[in-house]
Every structure is written in C-alpha cells, then in structure tokens.
C-alpha cells in the first residue's frame, strides 16, 4: 500500500444471459495492502447484489450505491489492505440480473486503515454523464469513477484517464490522481442516453 497512488490492473466481465452470479479473475498476482475498487451494473432496476467476496476473503465495502436510474442500477465497493496472490472477485444477486457489468480494479499507494474519504453518485438523461460533487477532506487522493449508460461512454471525463470502456456493454471505469482538497466529480461523455454516473474518493497512504 506504500508509494504515490498508482493503477496496477483491472478486468471485467459483460455476461449477455441474465446472471445470478458473475465473476471477475485478475489477471496478475495481487499485491498485499493495495485497494481493490469493483464497480457493479447491471440493466434493472429491481435485482440487488447480495454479496461480493474474492478467492482471499478480502471484506468488500459498499462506498456507493445503488444508484437507480431508467432500468439501470449501479454500485461502486472496496476492498482495503488486500493479501497477495492471485485472486478472482465474484458478485452475486438476489435474483438473475440483467447484463451484468463487473469492473475489478487494483490500486497501490492508498490507505490501509481507512481508505474512503466520500462518494456521490447521480442518474439523469443525456449526452454528458455526471455523479455529482463531493467535497475531499485530505489532500492526495485518487478519484475515481464509473458508469453505465443504455448507449454507450465516448470517452473519460475532463482530468480523467480511461481505464476501460467494456465491450461491449461500453460502461466505463475512470480515475485522476489529485493533490489538494476541494470539490470533485466524476463525468464522462457519451452519446445520448440513460445514464449513471458514480463517484468514490480514496485517500492516500499515510
């Protein structure tokens, strides 16, 4: 968890079939006492995800959500202070959701105590997604954000670096590295949809 906050990897899963569980295998080995950040969708605004849990029982916490839109439903979780090794990521459902989109992300250099400073996340109509403002209490933090859309994410919001656009759901994950506190949120332009758009801020290691 030590060193500037960085991104290290990420993968996703887009299941087509209406999926009671979903899950997601990291690709390279993990890294002890870095953040894992899972963004769930999925295209309901009825089903509700149960439970998250990994191959290392690392304890996932919600940071936001669900935000409910027009047939859209999205929540954004953690993991803090993680074991090392390989790892697969599986969420489940209360029932079989629709076109599930589960983003599995892993960061280095944030907090293992307490990692999550705030969150907002929003929905409307249109051709620029948007969560919301949140106000940052520390300094170094790393924003991110994700969203869904019943069209599809153009690209990352101003400041932001895309991270992925999921094929072919093209629901996004994106994320800035900041240095001073103030009012952040997490846009993303896409053509002109439905839309939710979330953000979860997490500050730095000590």
Same mark, same amino acid.
């Given at each position: ?12 899963? @887009?299941?087509?079939?209406?999926? @009671?569980? $979903?899950?997601?295998?990291? #690709? ?10 899972? *963004?769930?969708?999925?295209?309901? *605004?009825?089903?509700? $995800? +149960? ?9 996932? @916490?919600?940071?936001?959500?669900? =935000?409910?839109?027009?047939? /859209? ?22 029932? !079989? *959701?629709?076109?599930? &989109? $589960?983003?599995?992300?892993?960061? +280095?250099?944030?907090? =293992?105590?307490?990692? /999550? ?5 929003? !929905?409307? =109509? ?7 403002? $949140? ?10 954000? !994700? ?6 994410? #153009? ?5 932001? =670096? ?8 093209? &629901?996004?994950?994106? &994320? ?14 896409? #053509? ?8 979860? #801020? ?5």
């Amino acid at each position: 968890g030590g060193g500037p906050i960085a991104f290290v990897q990420l993968n996703y899963a @887009t299941p087509s079939a209406p999926s @009671t569980s $979903v899950s997601v295998a990291y #690709t390279l080995a993990q890294t002890a006492g870095n953040l894992n950040v899972v *963004a769930v969708g999925w295209n309901d *605004a009825t089903s509700t $995800v +149960s439970t998250i849990s990994d191959t290392h029982g690392n304890t996932y @916490t919600l940071a936001v959500g669900p =935000t409910t839109g027009t047939g /859209l439903r999205q929540s954004i979780y953690f993991a803090k202070n993680i074991a090392a090794g390989s790892n697969t990521v599986t969420v489940t459902f209360n029932q !079989a *959701a629709a076109f599930v &989109d $589960v983003r599995a992300l892993e960061y +280095s250099g944030l907090d =293992t105590a307490n990692p /999550l400073d705030v969150a907002a996340g929003a !929905a409307g =109509t249109g051709t620029l997604a948007n969560s919301g403002a $949140v106000t940052t209490t520390s300094a170094s933090e790393l924003i991110f954000g !994700a969203g869904m859309t019943s069209t599809h994410f #153009t690209g990352a919001g101003a400041g932001f =670096t895309t991270r992925i656009i999921t094929n072919p759901d093209a &629901d996004i994950a994106e &994320d800035k590295v900041v240095s001073s506190t103030g009012s952040y949120s997490a846009s993303a332009p896409a #053509t002109s949809s439905k839309w939710v758009m979330q953000v979860a #801020t997490f500050r730095a290691a000590p």
